[in-house]
């Protein structure tokens, strides 16, 4: 469908889920038809911290499930960086419980969420992410505008439980800036 189209603009986003759930061979199938993709637009290439360490674990041999034992920020983010190395992709995104991280070629950067209690990465919430990720695509924003509107879809969803409009998205992000603007004066008070 989309070699006939003759276009070079679209933007896809992939979400593996678990690697551990297949057969390493369907892995590294799926990788492989991913890296076609590039041909016809910007790939990016969505993986919860969990899963991009267990998917690392399968591409260089190691046992996922033990993996992500005693392992630090700074042996995670070469981890992260290993695997787009390792992909054709524009964007790497790797989602958690309190960030988002993005790799690329030009960009590597990370947005902290907005406190929350209690909140767990879920299939909803990472869907929520997707599709704010993807609005921002659609409307050619920044790619670091494009992930902070994916985790406000997601953390206004965390919030109501159910898909948020247009207010409950504001809401979110004036609660969020407040958050942002009292720590950056707290920080301007200890120095």
């Given at each position: 469908m989309i070699k006939p189209m003759n276009k070079r603009d679209f933007d896809f986003?992939?979400?593996?889920?678990?690697?551990?759930?297949?057969?390493?061979?369907?892995?590294?199938?799926?990788?492989?038809?991913?890296?076609?993709?590039?041909?016809?637009?910007?790939?990016?290439?969505?993986?919860?911290?969990?899963?991009?360490?267990?998917l690392w674990a399968l591409l260089y041999g190691k046992n996922p499930e033990t993996t992500l034992l005693n392992m630090d920020s700074f042996a995670m983010k070469s981890k992260y960086l290993s695997i787009f190395n390792t992909m054709n992709v524009e964007h790497l995104v790797i989602y958690s419980d309190d960030h988002a991280m993005l790799f690329s070629k030009q960009h590597h950067f990370e947005i902290a969420r907005r406190k929350s209690v209690n909140v767990q990465v879920t299939n909803d919430l990472r869907d929520s992410f997707c599709a704010g990720y993807g609005l921002g695509l659609q409307r050619q924003m920044e790619i670091s505008h494009c992930i902070a509107l994916g985790m406000t879809v997601s953390g206004a969803y965390a919030e109501s439980g159910t898909t948020p409009g247009k207010e409950a998205l504001l809401s979110y992000m004036k609660k969020w800036i407040t958050e942002i603007e009292s720590a950056a004066l707290d920080m301007n008070d200890v120095f």
């Open positions: 986003i992939f979400y593996l889920g678990d690697p551990t759930k297949r057969l390493v061979f369907e892995v590294d199938e799926i990788l492989d038809i991913i890296s076609e993709f590039p041909l016809y637009g910007r790939v990016t290439f969505v993986l919860d911290k969990s899963e991009a360490i267990k």
